[in-house]
């Protein structure tokens, strides 16, 4: 029996003998493969490093694909866009599955331009934007908003209240500011006013200006910028909503006929079936507490399919 112990015994030290070896021979390749080299430490493709993993990413982000690009035209200044626009932004994203990517320009032709170029998936843009041939055939509307019980808007035209102006006529040699080039009720419809007085902007008032954007064209008349300006009468509306005290300091002086709503449109090569459910997505919004929630948010009660007849003629066309 002693003799077996000491057998046992022996193959037992020679086992613990080897595993050492082993283990200094690894600890040595290890060490020289993480410090070896003087310009920095290198790693074998087979060594995991626990203190180096990355988190795995989750089922949402793998299977979320490209960003959904959206566009939004300067109807309102870059700050009251996001503030606005945000809730519906992240619905789009919870829905739609895919991140979506904010994209503000300064200029409606800017924003039409990538539309056109197909540089982004979806834009909100202004109504005289959309009037523009050129750009009409590349682009198809989508939805448009219904705001009070409409699909139409209107322009009016707004003065400081203290001012002694009643009507259009007496902006003579006055300082009047724009909202952008593009702009149905802030530029256009204006300018349609002047052709029906024989006039010409450079020459009837005394100076103009572009804001581009409703509600910063709303501050430059009620902080004594400008003398006039014409807008949106929702962007207006929901300015005085916001800050009932703007109703002490502006009034309105005019108010147009019913335009089409400002669109929401997608570039004219989408694919039929990304458009339609993006569609489909806009026109039951107010079928869901969620959506419902971001509707009140920007202000409007549904989305409707377009009318083509309202987006048919600019103010003077």
Do not use: W
Not at 98 to 110: A, C, M, N
Not at 145 to 165: C, E, H, L, M, W
């Amino acid at each position: 029996m002693a003799r077996n112990y000491r057998g046992y015994e022996g193959i037992r030290l020679c086992l613990m003998a080897l595993l050492c070896c082993l283990l200094a021979v690894a600890c040595n390749d290890l060490s020289r493969k993480e410090g070896g080299n003087a310009n920095g430490p290198q790693e074998a493709a087979d060594v995991i490093r626990l203190d180096k993993l990355s988190p795995i990413p989750s089922k949402k982000q793998m299977d979320s694909g490209p960003p959904l690009r959206v566009a939004v035209a300067a109807i309102l200044s870059p700050e009251g866009t996001v503030e606005s626009y945000s809730p519906l932004l992240r619905y789009l994203e919870a829905v739609t599955g895919r991140p979506v990517k904010l994209i503000q320009k300064k200029t409606y032709g800017e924003v039409n331009e990538m539309v056109v170029s197909s540089q982004v998936d979806l834009a909100f843009i202004c109504t005289g934007a959309y009037f523009k041939e050129t750009d009409r055939q590349k682009m198809k509307l989508l939805v448009t908003p219904q705001i009070n019980g409409k699909d139409t808007y209107r322009a009016v035209v707004i003065v400081p209240a203290s001012s002694s102006v009643q009507e259009f006529s007496q902006l003579r040699d006055k300082v009047f500011a724009f909202t952008d080039p593009m702009s149905n009720t802030g530029y256009l419809y204006p300018m349609t006013i002047l052709d029906g007085l024989g006039e010409r902007a450079d020459v009837f008032f005394k100076r103009t200006f572009f804001t581009y954007s409703h509600d910063r064209a709303i501050e430059a008349v009620a902080n004594g910028l400008a003398d006039g300006a014409s807008v949106d009468e929702i962007v207006y509306t929901h300015a005085i909503q916001k800050r009932p005290e703007l109703v002490k300091r502006l009034k309105v002086i005019h108010t147009s006929q019913e335009f089409g709503m400002p669109p929401v449109v997608v570039p004219a090569e989408t694919d039929p079936s990304v458009s339609n459910a993006l569609q489909d997505i806009f026109l039951h919004m107010h079928e869901n507490q969620d959506g419902k929630k971001v509707l009140t948010a920007i202000g409007v009660e549904r989305f409707l399919e377009p009318n083509p007849l309202n987006y048919k003629l600019a103010p003077n066309g």
